[in-house]
């Protein structure tokens, strides 16, 4: 079997294919565009006409396209984390940095981890994270458009008083929007009318975005939606970061993959763990918005164990990374496929 490493750009692809101990054997660059994909497919069944691995750095933006037209050509398309690939070439004899010597480490970087996540085709997935992302987006615009329109308030009035959160209301926005109309024309009146114009528009757009995520959530993962502590927005940042639970060859691959698993911190007899810093931090922020509500839900199965942990001596934080780890577990399980998930009382809490 052979691996193929790419180093993926905007412009450009490079393909290093190497041997099963990391012996480069071949390197071609081609345009990142569906002719380009056409012509790496050719090229690598040409040169390996057998078995073959493709390892992508894990790049979303940059190598969804490229791992999409490899699925559609019946390829197998594992993502290599960007600090393993880090890693391996530090590793390397060979010094310097370019896109074959990155790819070569991409290449032997997943020869080194067998159990990396498979890229799989699972549009409702990438639709999600595609609307969460946007959400998001518009939610960061909205929030800068916000602070400008207080001050340029502000200027105009010091003792008007507006709401922490009035400004994510309509009924509030139409208010200032009456109150701006009383007042002499001028450059701030006239800016903070657009801003209020502008910031409208964008809670009208969030809010319907939000309701279009809700119904495909409900649609895609409704056995999520019943985990006490994960609203709608939550799951479907967890469906759209997990990309299809069945890459995942086990539930600690997939707590390792969201940061959530501990890492060893010692050696000899004693035996402590630390916190995990890697991991995809999106999935880990929605399991940790999971947790801390759990954690304040009376009579929860989450907020018992949590209280279990700190009895046994775990400070707030190590108690907290510890139900996340068991949260891990229960998303693992809701997510698979309905002949596939297990039973109990994990639909319910940690």
């Not at 929007?177 to 114009?197: F, H, K, Q």
Request: one cysteine or more; hydrophobic letters at 40%; charged letters at 25%.
């Amino acid at each position: 079997m052979v691996m193929l490493g790419i180093d993926v750009h905007k412009d450009t692809h490079t393909a290093v294919g190497v041997d099963q101990v990391g012996t480069q054997e071949a390197v071609r660059t081609v345009r990142a565009t569906d002719a380009g994909h056409r012509q790496l497919v050719r090229w690598a069944r040409t040169q390996w006409p057998d078995e073959r691995t493709w390892a992508v750095e894990d790049c979303r933006h940059v190598s969804g396209r490229l791992e999409r037209a490899l699925l559609a050509a019946g390829e197998r398309v594992v993502r290599v984390p960007p600090k393993l690939m880090a890693g391996a070439r530090q590793a390397a004899r060979t010094r310097g940095k370019s896109d074959p010597i990155d790819a070569l480490a991409i290449a032997r970087a997943a020869l080194r981890e067998p159990g990396l996540p498979v890229a799989e085709h699972d549009e409702p997935s990438r639709e999600l994270k595609l609307l969460v992302d946007h959400r998001e987006d518009l939610l960061a615009e909205r929030t800068r458009m916000q602070n400008r329109l207080r001050w340029h308030l502000h200027e105009l009035d010091p003792e008007l008083d507006v709401p922490a959160r009035g400004l994510d209301r309509l009924v509030v926005l139409d208010r200032l929007t009456d109150w701006l109309s009383g007042r002499p024309a001028g450059v701030v009146v006239r800016l903070a009318a657009e801003l209020l114009a502008d910031i409208r528009a964008a809670t009208v757009r969030i809010t319907a975005l939000e309701r279009e995520i809700t119904e495909r959530v409900t649609r895609v993962a409704p056995a999520l939606l019943g985990l006490p502590g994960c609203g709608a927005l939550t799951a479907a940042k967890i469906v759209g970061e997990t990309a299809t639970i069945t890459r995942f060859r086990s539930e600690a691959c997939f707590a390792m993959h969201a940061g959530v698993a501990p890492i060893p911190a010692s050696s000899g007899r004693t035996q402590r763990y630390r916190l995990a810093r890697g991991g995809n931090r999106q999935l880990n922020a929605a399991l940790h918005r999971i947790a801390v509500t759990q954690i304040r839900l009376p009579d929860s199965l989450g907020q018992a164990y949590y209280q279990r942990r700190r009895g046994k001596g775990d400070t707030t934080m190590e108690a907290l990374r510890v139900l996340k780890r068991r949260l891990a577990r229960v998303v693992f399980n809701l997510l698979q496929p309905t002949t596939t998930r297990t039973t109990g009382d994990l639909p319910v809490a940690a």
